[in-house]
């Protein structure tokens, strides 16, 4: 889960700032820029030598919504160096129980689960 440190405020609990940028809709972005991120520090920890974990990232309705789903997390796992096993994505229940019924996003899980990209 991310982490937001304000300057003034200090460390910003996820429950306060995740549902504006969901409703903003800056969860696609900022969901984009958290897995850049993960290959960033991944690829230079495997650079130095240091054994790297798998990193899960949360995924929100939005982003599993979207028709490029799928294909965002391809391209951002081939600019991170062709490392899925360096990423978990973490679907949630609430996400399932609010989009269990939603085609896309059903369909977008189930290839990642299933490993068909």
């Not at 304000?6 to 984009?32: K, N, S, W």
């Not at 096993?85 to 609010?98: D, G, K, N, P």
Request: net charge negative; with cysteine; hydrophobic share 45%.
């Amino acid at each position: 889960m991310i982490r937001w440190q304000d300057p003034d405020h200090g460390l910003v609990a996820p429950g306060l700032f995740i549902p504006v940028l969901e409703d903003t809709g800056m969860i696609i972005e900022v969901g984009r820029w958290v897995v850049q991120q993960v290959y960033a520090d991944l690829c230079a920890w495997s650079a130095r030598g240091i054994s790297v974990p798998r990193i899960a990232v949360n995924v929100s309705a939005l982003q599993l919504q979207r028709k490029d789903f799928v294909d965002s997390m391809i391209n951002e796992i081939q600019r991170g160096g062709n490392r899925p096993q360096w990423l978990e994505l973490e679907i949630t229940e609430s996400v399932v129980m609010a989009k269990g019924d939603d085609p896309q996003a059903v369909a977008a899980a189930a290839t990642w689960r299933d490993g068909d990209y």
